[in-house]
């Protein structure tokens, strides 16, 4: 039977005589092509790097998915030097990078929540670079203690209360509840048994921490008896969890922090609040009111709160525990406060994140409230910019509108709230507006932005201002791109 040449396999002969003329690793690292690949990326990594390329050309030759002639080529020293170089430089490459936030998401949990002020970030960058203070007391000359940097900030700004602050907001629940009811039962509504993201639920923390979950009521509606019928001896808490990224409504009935309060003195059991979105100021002028200060939950009785540190209050990862100082201690000494420590970069952060509170400059400093306060009118004159300057460069003009609409909040805070803004709507000229999205997602930096209705929509609510050049920069490209792609042509019928 002939074979026809389009459809020649190389043989199992032709296939091992190919890889017979593979180089050996030595003298491959050894050769001119290799010598600036091994500079750069270091001996040790430039050889476990090209035994994979060899591998990977072994296998793709014995498969039979290169001819002879291809193999030959691609075990040159010179294509092995590139392929090495390559592999190297997309393993090595800055992560996570840098991303233009322009989907109008303000604390986008996938996108690191909170960007940090600048004070924030020379106070964390600070104490990366050198040796602090953090555990040692200068005045004696001995150890102290890392809230000592935090303590007096908190302080002032929750009057009369301690604090402790862990690396996380799921850790301090979850050290709050092993302090005060491990082997005890703590009381739940079933309308807070959140899933707080990444599949992590709070029965789940719950369970971790020792304590058992005594659910009360309905996912609907909860009444004040049903937490009471639910005390007893076995009782450590009663915990209230913030619903994070969802709202009942319709036939719903809830207990107050007041009520609930109330009912955890006469029980003589503490009353937990998470109150998730760490919101320190009143957002209610911005039209966000479904967020109360965390002063404001403890005003209302609760003996602990406890919040995020990348929500609402603008800062680094980190979760707060305010309240009662006896509780507070007690929760500072179980061993788990220990492991779910801050480190010292947090410790810096937190704390520059805080004075801006204390000097009243929170919302000129704070990224997060700075983005939140933007009105529609300053977020218009950006987009107007920006728009500008992509149809100067790209004649695409026709292609770009301005239009209403709104932002959101993000990570679990204010689900019910939003922001009314002025979205950049871009046409893709092909129509294909997923496709543009995805060229600005895989240009550098990368640009995230929403496909609705078949526009991408930019939202510069959540563009750093020092962002906005860029941003017109790498949508005049996808759009170029895209202009320049070939266009099938149409038959006619």
């Not at 992560?95 to 929540?113: E, S």
């Amino acid at each position: 039977m002939v074979q026809k040449p389009g459809n020649h396999r190389p043989t199992a002969s032709s296939r091992r005589d190919a890889l017979r003329g593979l180089p050996a690793v030595g003298a491959a690292l050894a050769s001119r092509p290799f010598s600036p690949v091994v500079r750069r990326h270091g001996a040790p990594l430039a050889t476990a790097l090209l035994r994979e390329s060899l591998a990977d050309l072994r296998a793709d030759a014995a498969a039979g998915r290169l001819s002879r002639a291809e193999v030959r080529r691609r075990a040159t020293t010179a294509h092995l030097a590139r392929d090495v170089d390559g592999r190297a430089n997309a393993l090595l490459a800055p992560a996570p990078r840098v991303v233009v936030n322009a989907t109008g998401v303000v604390i986008h949990t996938n996108l690191g929540r909170a960007p940090l002020s600048g004070a924030a970030a020379a106070a964390l960058a600070a104490s990366a670079r050198c040796y602090v203070d953090l555990e040692y007391d200068l005045s004696r000359g001995r150890r102290g203690s890392r809230m000592t940097h935090i303590e007096p900030l908190v302080e002032r700004m929750f009057p009369g209360c301690a604090a402790l602050v862990v690396n996380n907001n799921a850790a301090a629940i979850m050290v709050c509840l092993r302090a005060l009811a491990r082997g005890r039962e703590v009381i739940l509504s079933r309308g807070e048994l959140v899933e707080i993201g990444d599949s992590f639920r709070v029965p789940e923390i719950l369970s971790a921490s020792g304590a058992r979950l005594r659910e009360v009521g309905t996912t609907n509606r909860t009444r004040l008896a049903d937490y009471e019928a639910a005390l007893s001896s076995r009782t450590g808490s009663i915990l209230k969890v913030h619903t994070s990224n969802f709202r009942i409504v319709g036939y719903t009935q809830a207990t107050s922090v007041e009520q609930l309060a109330g009912l955890a003195r006469r029980a003589g059991v503490p009353l937990v609040v998470d109150w998730g979105s760490g919101d320190l100021v009143d957002l209610g002028p911005l039209g966000i009111h479904d967020e109360l200060p965390a002063k404001t939950i403890l005003d209302h009785g609760a003996d602990l709160v406890t919040f995020s540190g990348d929500k609402l209050l603008g800062g680094p990862q980190a979760g707060f525990v305010v309240g009662r100082r006896e509780l507070v201690e007690k929760i500072r000494r179980d061993p788990l406060a220990r492991v779910c420590r801050p480190d010292r970069m947090l410790v810096g952060a937190v704390r520059a994140t805080l004075a801006s509170y204390l000097t009243g400059r929170a919302f000129e400093e704070v990224p997060t409230l700075r983005m939140l306060a933007l009105e529609p009118g300053e977020i218009d004159r950006r987009a107007r910019r920006v728009e500008r300057e992509v149809a100067r460069a790209t004649g695409a003009g026709r292609l770009l509108a301005r239009v209403d609409g709104v932002s959101r909040t993000g990570g679990g805070s204010s689900p019910a709230g939003e922001r009314p803004t002025r979205l950049l709507a871009v046409e893709a000229p092909d129509g294909d507006a997923a496709g543009l999205e995805r060229r600005l997602r895989d240009g550098d930096p990368p640009v995230v932005a929403r496909v609705k209705d078949g526009r991408l929509l930019l939202d510069l609510r959540t563009v750093l201002p020092e962002q906005d050049a860029v941003l017109a920069a790498r949508l005049a490209a996808a759009l170029g791109a895209e202009r320049s792609r070939p266009r099938a042509r149409r038959v006619r019928r």
